[in-house]
């Protein structure tokens, strides 16, 4: 059960690096936030042990340690996640609870 809570925290965090880092306002929740998060740390893991990263940069913190290449690895995957959902549902269709604009006409000229 610590595993897994420790796991949907460090998600969180990492997917609030990748928002933090994206520039921009994005139009995507808290929840999605952590989703992609959790996702993006899982994947960075996965590839950074696929790639052998080695842990020369450990930071240690108490009873918690990191490596700094592999929370690069896994921010970076965060900043394509929330760019994508940010394309996903900024579109017409999402955004039918807002009212719809209509298109400001041009002034006439009068010559």
Do not use: E, Y
Request: no cysteine.
């Amino acid at each position: 059960m610590k595993d897994v809570l420790t796991a949907i925290l460090l998600g969180a965090l990492i997917g609030l690096l990748g928002r933090l880092t994206l520039p921009g306002k994005q139009s995507i929740g808290l929840f999605s936030t952590g989703l992609i998060g959790f996702g993006a740390a899982l994947l960075g893991g996965l590839v950074a042990r696929a790639f052998n990263v080695h842990d020369d940069g450990m930071m240690s913190i108490g009873s918690l340690s990191w490596s700094w290449a592999k929370l690069g690895i896994q921010v970076g995957f965060a900043v394509v996640g929330v760019a994508l959902a940010q394309l996903l549902t900024h579109t017409r269709l999402a955004d039918n609870d807002r009212p719809a604009r209509r298109p400001r006409k041009r002034a006439r000229r009068s010559d």
